[in-house]
């Protein structure tokens, strides 16, 4: 790396926090990004730095072209995503890793290895291996930090983009990360190259040259590179791995030698073959898939890795004890502690709409963002997730399959900013196909799982500037639905009698069902709720919606804990005997 700047202060940092400060440090100055768990507190601390122009982007997509875009022109630029945003970007990092770069282009993307917020367990690092992208792996803040400052370095030498990869673990734990200086990076000059930049076949076929001899250069230069090092121990065992798998295998294992990976792609191979050489067992700890341990067999070397090792889930030093030496210190949890499922808020406005749905039997195709919570007992309404903006076209492709009639039983149901992320194309594809079918936008007016992130229709950028607000209703109109609804979403009757028709109807139909989720400074909701147990028959009719703020005693009775209650009403319009009252 090159000359580090004065160091000024340590700080503890979150892994995402450390992302930022390390691309502030290394002169970066435009960032975008779609929020995604684990990865959004990148955006959110970078948005914190005057300097760096940063942004929500509608998607990932967008963001990285966004990014690409900043870099050709000949700054330093980020994108970050989580991993299955990298799915969605994937269209325009195949092609940059083609074009090379400018102004140097890093992307940090969150693996989610345990599946604590995510719908797969993808590893970020087969689908750079796909694209021939090289991939650092840093181990803890401090690494986070300067591994981006060290990433801008590589872009810019081999004229390639470079992704980092982090983990939720990485992301949201804390660690002692050294502050420097700014670096001044004078904006690079633009000079026009076709040849570079237009990816026609012809132009294809010379540049993927360009990235075959990159890869090359890269496995050969990158056995020198710091952020690969050795730990010569005991050398009856020797074990290979990289980032938060390096923490594991230093808690577990402090005798044994260590080759500590920050290039997961391409290999050092060089660097491999000695260390392989130098030990008598050689194992590979990585997380996920077996990518470090497949080539390094492919190579002819014996190494022990998924034998042993799961590619299920995060490890720990204890799954390392057991599978290497047979010891196992388990504390286990004090038996009878309840589950605590995740579950929708007290007051949210989804639970209104699911309630209905229920009532009405109906089935939802769902989509990704708090609402899925609508699968989940006592509403069980969701049937489907795959991915975001798929509810849409799911609901599309079965009224293709099965006809007008058996859509007359489903509904989609997806959020204000997943709409915009990537439901928009979906809807357009019904209109345009002419088809039938009701869509619910759940427009709780934030990017609500991930934190209450604004986005496109709220009106506000990442930094908090106000600006234009896409509206939802005209936007249906200008794409050709001819019947849109816009419903407050606690006003059950309303809700239900438009769902009723629309459901009937042989037309596309979108109902907006709005309000602000309960948990933003402007929702409105401001009473709270008791039960008058005088007039309580117990038939536990207001129970049904699932409201966590509603319990029964050990008495038998129902009762609303008033510190949890957000006064939504939907537990007053189920019961009958006018038992609920507001607290005056």
Same mark, same amino acid.
């Given at each position: 790396?090159k000359? #580090?700047a %004065? $160091?000024?202060?340590k700080?503890?940092?979150?892994?995402?926090? #450390?992302?930022?400060?390390?691309a502030?440090?290394?002169?970066c100055?435009?960032?975008a #990004?779609?929020?995604?768990?684990?990865?959004?507190?990148i955006?959110?601390?970078?948005a914190?730095?005057?300097e760096i122009?940063?942004e929500?982007?509608?998607?990932?997509?967008?963001?990285?072209?966004?990014?690409?875009g900043?870099?050709?022109s000949?700054?330093?630029?980020l994108a970050?995503? %989580?991993?299955?945003?990298l799915?969605?970007a994937?269209?325009?990092?195949f092609?940059?890793?083609?074009?090379?770069?400018?102004?140097?282009?890093?992307?940090?993307?969150a693996?989610?290895?345990g599946?604590?917020?995510?719908q797969?367990?993808?590893?970020?690092r087969a689908?750079?291996?796909?694209?021939?992208?090289?991939?650092?792996?840093?181990?803890?803040s401090?690494?986070?930090?300067?591994?981006? /400052?060290f990433?801008y370095?590589l872009?810019?030498?081999?004229?390639?983009?470079?992704?980092?990869?982090?983990?939720?673990r990485?992301?949201?734990s804390q660690g002692?990360?050294?502050?420097?200086?700014?670096?001044?990076?004078e904006d /690079?000059?633009?000079n026009?190259?076709?040849a570079?930049?237009?990816?026609?076949?012809?132009?294809?076929?010379?540049?993927?040259l360009?990235?075959?001899?990159r890869?090359l250069?890269?496995?050969?230069?990158?056995?020198?590179f710091?952020?690969?090092?050795?730990?010569?121990?005991?050398?009856?065992?020797g +074990?290979?791995?990289?980032?938060?798998?390096?923490?594991?295998?230093k808690?577990?294992l402090?005798?044994v030698?260590v *080759?500590?990976?920050g290039?997961v792609?391409?290999l050092?191979k060089?660097?491999?073959?000695?260390?392989?050489?130098r030990?008598?067992?050689?194992?590979i700890v990585?997380e996920?898939?077996?990518?470090?341990?497949?080539?390094?067999k492919?190579?002819?070397?014996?190494?022990i890795g998924?034998e042993?090792?799961t590619?299920?889930g995060?490890y720990?030093?204890n799954?390392l004890?057991?599978a290497i030496?047979?010891?196992?210190?388990?504390? &286990?949890?004090?038996e009878g502690i309840?589950?605590?499922p995740?579950?929708l808020?007290p007051?949210?406005?989804?639970r209104?709409?699911?309630?209905?749905?229920?009532?009405?039997? *109906? &089935?939802a195709?769902?989509d990704i963002?708090?609402?899925?919570?609508?699968?989940?007992a006592?509403?069980?309404?969701?049937?489907?997730?795959?991915?975001m903006g798929a509810?849409?076209?799911?609901? &599309?492709?079965?009224?293709?399959?099965?006809g007008k009639?058996? @859509?007359?039983d489903?509904v989609a149901?997806?959020g204000?900013?997943t709409?915009?992320?990537?439901? $928009?194309?979906? *809807?357009?594809n019904m209109?345009?196909?002419k088809?039938t079918g009701?869509?619910?936008?759940l427009?709780?007016?934030?990017t609500?799982?991930t934190?209450?992130q604004?986005?496109?229709?709220t009106g506000?950028?990442? /930094?908090?500037? $106000?600006?234009? #607000?896409?509206?939802?209703? /005209? =936007?249906c109109?200008a @794409?050709?639905?001819?019947n849109?609804?816009v419903?407050n979403?606690?006003?059950?009757k309303?809700?239900?009698?438009?769902?009723?028709?629309?459901?009937?109807?042989?037309? +596309?139909? $979108?109902? +907006?069902?709005?309000?602000p989720?309960?948990? =933003?400074?402007k929702?409105?909701?401001?009473?709270k709720?008791?039960?008058?147990?005088? %007039?309580c028959?117990k038939?536990?009719?207001?129970?049904?919606p699932?409201?966590?703020?509603?319990?029964k005693n050990?008495?038998?009775d129902?009762?609303?804990?008033e510190?949890?209650?957000?006064?939504?009403s939907?537990?007053?319009?189920?019961c %009958?005997?006018?038992?609920?009252k507001?607290i005056?």
């Amino acid at each position: 790396m090159k000359g #580090a700047a %004065k $160091v000024t202060t340590k700080e503890l940092m979150l892994g995402n926090q #450390a992302f930022a400060r390390g691309a502030y440090e290394a002169g970066c100055k435009v960032s975008a #990004a779609y929020p995604g768990t684990p990865s959004t507190e990148i955006s959110e601390n970078i948005a914190k730095y005057d300097e760096i122009y940063s942004e929500w982007s509608p998607n990932e997509k967008v963001a990285l072209e966004v990014a690409i875009g900043a870099s050709i022109s000949g700054v330093r630029a980020l994108a970050s995503m %989580k991993h299955v945003g990298l799915n969605v970007a994937a269209d325009p990092l195949f092609t940059a890793s083609y074009t090379g770069v400018n102004g140097g282009l890093v992307i940090i993307v969150a693996d989610d290895p345990g599946l604590y917020s995510s719908q797969n367990e993808q590893d970020t690092r087969a689908i750079a291996r796909a694209a021939k992208v090289p991939v650092l792996e840093p181990s803890d803040s401090a690494e986070a930090k300067e591994f981006v /400052k060290f990433a801008y370095e590589l872009s810019e030498k081999y004229d390639t983009p470079v992704i980092i990869r982090s983990t939720t673990r990485l992301s949201h734990s804390q660690g002692l990360v050294e502050l420097s200086d700014r670096i001044d990076i004078e904006d /690079k000059p633009y000079n026009r190259d076709i040849a570079k930049y237009v990816m026609m076949p012809g132009n294809a076929k010379g540049r993927h040259l360009a990235v075959e001899k990159r890869e090359l250069a890269l496995i050969k230069d990158s056995c020198n590179f710091p952020i690969n090092r050795v730990e010569y121990n005991d050398t009856k065992i020797g +074990i290979i791995t990289s980032g938060i798998p390096y923490q594991y295998v230093k808690e577990a294992l402090p005798e044994v030698s260590v *080759l500590k990976l920050g290039t997961v792609n391409p290999l050092p191979k060089g660097l491999i073959e000695e260390f392989a050489s130098r030990v008598e067992k050689l194992y590979i700890v990585e997380e996920l898939d077996p990518i470090i341990e497949e080539q390094v067999k492919s190579w002819g070397i014996n190494a022990i890795g998924k034998e042993i090792f799961t590619v299920q889930g995060e490890y720990s030093a204890n799954m390392l004890r057991k599978a290497i030496k047979g010891e196992d210190i388990t504390y &286990h949890a004090v038996e009878g502690i309840p589950n605590r499922p995740p579950i929708l808020c007290p007051g949210c406005p989804h639970r209104s709409v699911y309630t209905i749905l229920k009532k009405l039997k *109906l &089935h939802a195709a769902g989509d990704i963002g708090c609402y899925t919570l609508g699968a989940v007992a006592p509403l069980s309404v969701v049937d489907t997730t795959i991915c975001m903006g798929a509810s849409i076209s799911t609901l &599309h492709g079965m009224e293709k399959a099965k006809g007008k009639e058996y @859509i007359k039983d489903w509904v989609a149901v997806i959020g204000d900013s997943t709409f915009l992320h990537t439901g $928009v194309n979906s *809807l357009i594809n019904m209109v345009y196909n002419k088809s039938t079918g009701t869509v619910l936008i759940l427009d709780n007016s934030t990017t609500g799982m991930t934190g209450h992130q604004d986005h496109a229709a709220t009106g506000k950028t990442l /930094k908090g500037e $106000v600006t234009y #607000a896409v509206d939802l209703e /005209k =936007l249906c109109r200008a @794409i050709g639905v001819p019947n849109v609804y816009v419903v407050n979403a606690y006003d059950g009757k309303k809700l239900e009698q438009t769902i009723k028709e629309a459901v009937a109807s042989d037309e +596309i139909a $979108v109902i +907006i069902a709005q309000a602000p989720c309960v948990l =933003l400074k402007k929702a409105s909701i401001t009473r709270k709720y008791y039960i008058d147990q005088e %007039k309580c028959k117990k038939c536990g009719l207001c129970m049904k919606p699932g409201c966590p703020a509603k319990t029964k005693n050990e008495n038998g009775d129902i009762v609303i804990n008033e510190t949890m209650c957000n006064g939504c009403s939907l537990c007053v319009d189920f019961c %009958k005997f006018d038992a609920i009252k507001a607290i005056e």
